[in-house]
């Protein structure tokens, strides 16, 4: 038995159905499946009743759930005292998405480092909000700094709301801001499909009615600017980004009615070390609407 499987155990019992407990840890259904047989074959016991399309904690598995808790609790014990037993040269990670890390490096982390110059921050560089769940619910990091939703089993400490911008290659004739309407039948860069940040703009481009034309579905965001550069789409992205898009040469524009995401930190549910208890703490006293 191991740390994962405790994790597996205790999402399944949380979410009650594999589909929802698979979804929240982003693995395959029979993937966590199978691992909760093979488990339940290793301990000589059944921790779930299968019961319709969902299942249910036996008295055994509530047991054996109490005890995952707690020994996950107790891990994440030991490492808090281990890091704040050896605060000097202490290293705090943090995973966060190309177009969320200016603002962490730019705002955060300075304010950060002056009150804590003697703790090193890592920066765990990470491909979209799955890249960050995954890196902080398989220890990469200690923290995340990603936009909202996250699965259930994370804490969130939403910090701001920020703009989606349409970034476009120069010569459109596009007013400033930019009617959502006009959305319709322009060609965008985005996500592939199955996404979850491609069922998102569908949802928002649905609620107003558009329907622009995929030019690029890709999940490769280093190669989204560049098809932007290259004058074959436009692209819905962060305001955080417009600095690195106009250095590009391209127009960054807001779009009317101003769409806008949460953005948070998040982490385990687990007691923080000391250090990345001060990390939030910062965070969220330096927030803005």
């Given at each position: 038995m191991n740390l994962q499987q405790l994790r597996y155990v205790v999402a399944t019992a949380e979410h009650r159905t594999m589909t929802d407990a698979a979804r929240?840890?982003?693995?395959?259904?029979?993937a966590l499946s199978r691992a909760i047989r093979d488990l339940e074959r290793e301990l000589g016991m059944t921790l779930f009743a299968r019961s319709g399309r969902g299942v249910v904690v036996t008295a055994q598995g509530r047991r054996v759930v109490k005890l995952a808790r707690e020994a996950l609790d107790a891990v994440a014990e030991i490492e808090a005292l281990a890091t704040q037993g050896n605060s000097s040269g202490a290293e705090l990670r943090i995973a966060s998405t190309p177009?969320?890390?200016?603002?962490l490096a730019g705002r955060l982390l300075p304010a950060y480092a002056a009150e804590h110059p003697g703790i090193r921050v890592h920066i765990v560089r990470c491909e979209g909000r799955e890249g960050v769940v995954s890196a902080v619910r398989e220890q990469r990091a200690d923290l995340g700094l990603t936009d909202l939703p996250v699965p259930t089993d994370l804490?969130?400490?939403p910090l701001e709301r920020q703009e989606i911008?349409?970034?476009?290659p120069p010569g459109?004739?596009?007013?400033?801001?930019?009617?959502?309407?006009?959305?319709d039948g322009m060609r965008l860069v985005l996500p592939a499909p199955g996404n979850p940040r491609r069922?998102?703009?569908?949802?928002?481009f649905a609620t107003y009615g558009v329907r622009p034309i995929p030019a690029v579905e890709s999940d490769e965001r280093r190669g989204w600017l560049r098809t932007v550069r290259e004058g074959r789409a436009s692209l819905l992205w962060?305001?955080?980004?417009?600095?690195?898009a106009a250095r590009a040469g391209l127009v960054v524009r807001s779009l009317d009615p101003s769409l806008r995401k949460i953005i948070a930190v998040v982490h385990a549910?687990?007691?923080l070390p000391a250090m990345a208890q001060d990390f939030v703490a910062l965070a969220e006293g330096g927030s803005a609407a």
């Open positions: 929240s840890l982003y693995i395959a259904q029979p177009s969320l890390e200016p603002g804490v969130s400490h911008v349409l970034i476009s459109l004739d596009l007013p400033d801001p930019v009617p959502v309407a006009r959305l069922r998102e703009f569908d949802q928002i962060y305001r955080g980004m417009a600095e690195q549910r687990r007691r």
